[in-house]
């Protein structure tokens, strides 16, 4: 265990849903991440957060819509996806901005 | 040109062998490199640090750095099956202070 939990572990929707990933970190950092894995695809960074401010939006489009309401949650809303959506969402965080980062387990979205 | 270059793979290496992944970066600024090991169907695990060039070693493993040729390696003793995994090579280029992934190495230790 890394200290950063996700839930839901798997999720199945579609396209016109609403659904919401969670992720908390138990390790007192202050930055935390969103990344999308895709098969064969490098770790794509979605957002950042350094002390609950987003940093970074790596030209994610607006069915995917983060928010850190304190420095221990995250949480990604979506919502009208699309088939190729479908990855496995992972959520990080780190002491400080850009330093050693620690995943939790993820979560499987299959977007139908 | 890719930011941070791995082989795909699969590096197949006998059990006991030692196993040796490399990675390339195009940023000469970047400051901090990493190693993730994930399995199949898991998240990325952190197994190490290294921040000046040289070698780090923790267990069996060592991390080599060398910022010149801008190339970092990890280098596996004594593979074990339980090493089969993909390897993840994460670098810090600083001035964007955030990590940018490799496409990772997948390792097969054959018994």
């Known amino acids: 265990e890394t200290g950063v939990t996700q839930t839901p572990r798997h999720l199945v929707m579609g396209m016109t849903n609403k659904k919401s990933l969670k992720c908390e970190q138990h390790?007192?950092?202050?930055?935390m991440y969103w990344y999308k894995q895709s098969a064969k695809k490098p770790l794509e960074l979605m957002f950042v957060y350094s002390l609950e401010e987003r940093v970074e939006n790596n030209s994610v489009p607006s069915r995917f819509s983060p928010e850190c309401p304190n420095s221990s949650h995250l949480f990604l809303h979506l919502h009208t996806l699309q088939p190729e959506d479908s990855a496995l969402y992972l959520c990080a965080s780190s002491q400080e901005f850009g330093n050693e980062q620690f995943f939790g387990p993820g979560t499987r979205l299959t977007v139908l | 040109q890719k930011e941070v270059e791995q082989n795909s793979g699969p590096l197949s290496v006998p059990e006991g062998a030692i196993a040796s992944l490399n990675c390339t970066y195009s940023?000469?600024?970047?400051?901090?490199f990493f190693w993730y090991r994930q399995y199949s169907g898991k998240s990325p695990e952190l197994i190490m640090s290294?921040?000046?060039?040289g070698d780090k070693e923790d267990g069996r493993f060592t991390a080599q750095l060398n910022k010149a040729s801008q190339y970092v390696s990890l280098l596996i003793r004594d593979s074990q099956p339980s090493d089969s995994a993909t390897y993840l090579c994460?670098?810090?280029?600083?001035?964007?202070?955030?990590?940018?992934f490799g496409t990772g190495t997948r390792l097969q230790v054959t018994l």
């Open positions: 940023d000469r600024g970047s400051q901090s």
């Open positions: 290294i921040y000046s060039n």
């Open positions: 390790l007192g950092h202050n930055a």
């Open positions: 994460a670098v810090n280029t600083g001035t964007a202070s955030k990590l940018t």
